[in-house]
Nanobody, 123 residues
Framework: VQLQASGGGLVQAGDSLRLSCAAS????????MGWFRQAPGKEREFVGSIVWSGTYTSYADSVKGRFTISRDNAKNTVYLQMNRLKTEDTAVYYC?????????????????WGQGTLVTVSS
């Protein structure tokens, strides 16, 4: 499956932004989807995930209550709604597809990765 992330940009702290990840090539609804991010000089970290049916989501503690993941299987798209953004949310955000096997934060569970979209949050 090919993944194309979009929606990144430069925003101010406290603003909102919605990222999209469009999938093609295989049956989108077969896959759990994850969002990860990597800040300059830091390791890639888990942001959140949503199972194939959309019925269950999980989030990193750092974004819980501010970020929301959703998906539209009819449009082959997963979304990351980011509210109350902080400067520490600045990173390249990646979407990924796979089967999370109950461990959504494990990058090796995801077979396919998008190219990333940059989110910069200024103070």
């Amino acid at each position: 499956v090919q993944l194309q992330a979009s929606g990144g940009g430069l925003v101010q702290a406290g603003d909102s932004l919605r990222l999209s990840c469009a999938a093609s090539g295989r049956t989108f609804s077969d896959y759990d989807m994850g969002w990860f991010r990597q800040a300059p000089g830091k390791e890639r970290e888990f942001v959140g995930s949503i199972v194939w049916s959309g019925t269950y989501t999980s989030y990193a503690d750092s974004v819980k209550g501010r970020f929301t993941i959703s998906r539209d299987n009819a449009k082959n798209t997963v979304y990351l709604q980011m509210n109350r953004l902080k400067t520490e949310d600045t990173a390249v955000y990646y979407c990924a597809a796979g089967r999370n096997w109950g461990v959504p934060g494990r990058p090796s569970n995801y077979n396919y990765w998008g190219q990333g979209t940059l989110v910069t949050v200024s103070s």
